[in-house]
């Protein structure tokens, strides 16, 4: 909640006039706790993938000839039944194992900084925090991928779920056992501990989070994609291959940037892949 009990009063405490974002946050936040601007978070989770699987699974159940071309794995079809089913779940999951979470962790959501008070930051600082969220989630996540998930132990009991689908597509992104939702929970959450930050940088954090992870898992790989231009992303034909191989594979570990398999040396098998379906030269 926020300390001003009117805009003349946040206007008098910041020393200069709100901007139209202040505005309009201070017009929405004044009156909620904090605790509830945080469950917030898991509102927009459940908007973000509800909405952003839809366009690819549209194409996927037309069975667009024009769309077609683009699919990576062209010959596994895949039914509304199973979307549905991946669907169903994750909702569970949202429901029964991130809205505790979200109760319990918001002391420690509190004790690390992050706050919903204004100023609202920058839009650098946004950018700049968001950029440092990616590296560290992603660094942390390669290695629990590799050695806690892909263990042999790791994936009987808890990877195995994700690894259903051969062919994912955009609902198989959070497909997952609950126990591999609390771990994968781990780096998500590390990055704002080690650099706290405002409430609506956590929110843009969690959502576009997710919905690169929607994109690595959409089971298409388009041209067009903006992603491209992003340098050493991962994108869906990368991790298609992780899936496609399943439960032995060691390659592609990756969940947003490809340079630690790089550095690593686990995405030989994706590159010899390549080699042998001639997209890359030997």
Same mark, same amino acid.
């Given at each position: 909640m926020l300390p001003y009990q009117t805009l003349e009063e946040a206007v008098l405490g910041l020393g200069r006039n709100l901007t139209l974002a202040e505005k309009l946050w201070y017009n929405y936040s004044a009156e909620k706790s904090d605790f509830l601007l945080y469950c917030h978070n898991s509102l927009f989770m459940i908007l973000v993938f509800s909405l952003v !699987? @839809?366009?690819c699974a549209f194409m996927e159940l037309s069975q667009s000839n024009k769309m077609a071309k683009f699919k990576i794995q062209p010959k596994i079809i895949t039914s509304f039944a199973d979307m549905f089913k991946c669907y169903k779940h *994750?909702?569970?999951?949202?429901?029964?194992? @991130?809205?505790? @979470?979200?109760?319990l962790s918001f002391p420690a959501v509190?004790? *690390?900084?992050?706050?919903?008070? +204004? !100023? @609202? !930051?920058?839009l650098w600082e946004? +950018?700049?925090q968001l950029i440092v969220y990616f590296l560290i989630e992603d660094y942390a996540s390669y290695w629990l991928h590799r050695l806690v998930l892909h263990s042999k132990w790791g994936y009987e009991?808890?990877?195995y779920m994700h690894h259903e689908y051969t062919a994912s597509f955009g609902f198989t992104a959070v497909y997952t056992h609950w126990g591999e939702l609390l771990i994968f929970g781990i780096p998500t959450f590390l990055a704002p501990a080690m650099v706290p930050c405002h409430m609506?940088? +956590?929110y843009l954090w969690t959502s576009l989070r997710l919905v690169e992870a929607i994109d690595a898992h959409n089971g298409y790989e388009f041209p067009w994609n903006p992603t491209k231009y992003i340098p050493l992303y991962v994108g869906a034909e990368y991790h298609d291959y992780h899936h496609y191989v399943g439960g032995q594979s060691q390659s592609n570990f990756a969940s947003v940037f490809s340079y630690c398999d790089f550095i690593y040396g686990t995405n030989k098998g994706y590159r010899l892949h390549k080699q042998v379906l001639g997209k890359v030269n030997p």
């Open positions: !699987p @839809l366009p *994750v909702m569970k999951m949202f429901i029964f194992v @991130l809205g505790p @979470l979200q109760f509190k004790w *690390v900084g992050i706050r919903t008070s +204004l !100023p @609202l !930051p920058s946004i +950018l700049s009991n808890i990877h609506i940088t +956590l």
